[in-house]
């Protein structure tokens, strides 16, 4: 007989950012990222347009999986040398740009002699869009993400391979779609029918924007929430893990005795995604999640000298070991209710 306990229990994956490392992308730096327990590495287009042997040669030798994240209308540098995180406002330029990025990745994640789970996370669009413009772009970006399945691939010896495809997610994110809540209520409503639309969920994004840590055991005007969570867990295969507050992105000392109240909250989100998480793509039955915190203006510094108050690796540190607890609490109750299920399943037979 078919008993709950045929499911099979999830793994955590952890994904370090190179956002912050001032260490330049070497075999030696991604060997060391792996001694830490991490599966895979987030990394910005830049990585594999300025550096890509190096990045390709250091996940092999690291067998670290990568997520590629890229920023349709940005990902390049100026002639100033600026960063372009967003150019344009224009819904073609962002359809043209998610298209040629989207199979970089792909090559990128072809070339490599191990796949690992490698996926795609993109900050897509643009916040003041309406929800037109939204549904036609997104709905783009899902005709495109199906499009990959068609080029072919050849060995060595020109036998016919088939290309790996990345899973792709689209991340909650300030000045991007979904950069709130409402936007994601909103737009998803249009789009019912999108199975393969998944998320990325940096909700510190959408406690900064909306000015509080939801709340709605305690706070009446939060009593949207749980319905919301609902929606995004059912789409959510990646967690950027960043504890958020009310007036910022990140929380500078996430440790800290009067962080404890935002702390929890945030972390019984986090339980909630992952329990829920989806298995997209033939991905695999795996929780990815990444610690991931910034350096300035992320990070809060002093005037005058822009020191910075607090250390980011201690910070990225103890967010690792809140999610690697967090994640084996899980799999003790798991556990329980796999005992559980056992026992009612032989008593039944009996």
């Known amino acids: 007989m078919s008993t709950p306990t045929d499911k099979k229990e999830k793994e955590l994956k952890l994904i370090k ?6 260490d330049p992308i070497s075999a030696k730096l991604f060997q060391s990222i792996k001694s830490e327990g991490y599966h895979g590495v987030e990394v910005i287009r830049l990585a594999w347009t300025l550096n890509r042997q190096e990045l390709i040669t250091s996940l092999n030798a690291s067998q670290l999986a990568v997520v590629c994240q890229i920023h349709t209308s940005g990902g390049y540098l100026d002639k100033t040398g600026e960063y372009i995180y967003c150019g344009s406002y224009d819904v073609e330029s962002h359809k043209a740009d998610f298209k040629k990025q989207l199979r970089e990745c792909q090559d990128l994640i072809n070339e490599l002699s191990h796949t690992k789970q490698s996926f795609v996370n993109v900050h897509a669009g643009v ?8 549904e036609d772009f997104l709905s783009f970006c899902l005709e495109e993400i199906e499009k990959l399945v068609t080029s072919p691939k050849s060995d060595v010896n020109n036998t016919p391979m088939a290309r790996k495809v990345p899973m792709v997610c689209f ?3 300030r000045q991007r779609l979904f950069g709130s809540p409402f936007q994601l209520r909103d737009i998803l409503q249009r789009m019912p029918s999108t199975p393969k639309l998944y998320l990325n969920a940096d909700l510190s994004h959408w406690y900064c924007a909306c000015e509080r840590i939801f709340n709605p055991e305690k706070e009446a005007r939060d009593q949207w929430w749980p319905e919301i969570l609902n929606i995004l867990s059912k789409r959510c295969v990646y967690i950027h893990a960043r504890f958020g507050w009310a007036q910022g992105p990140q929380l500078s000392d996430p440790s ?3 962080c404890t109240l935002d702390r929890e909250l945030q972390l019984s989100v986090w339980k909630v995604l992952m329990e829920n998480m989806s298995s997209a793509d033939g991905i695999g039955n795996y929780c990815f999640v990444s610690p991931e915190y910034g350096p300035a203006p992320y990070m809060v510094t002093l ?17 690792k070991k809140c999610v690697e607890q967090l994640f084996e609490q899980m799999k003790i109750l798991y556990l329980c209710c796999f005992v559980v299920d056992k026992r009612m399943a032989a008593e039944f037979e009996y």
């Open 127 to 134: 916040d003041a869009w309406s929800l037109q413009e939204a």
């Open 256 to 258: 800290a005795k009067e």
């Open 171 to 173: 991340e909650t994110h």
């Open 303 to 319: 005037p005058h000298t822009q020191t910075p108050v607090a250390s980011l690796p201690n910070a990225v540190t103890f967010t």
């Open 17 to 22: 950012t190179l956002w912050g490392i001032d």
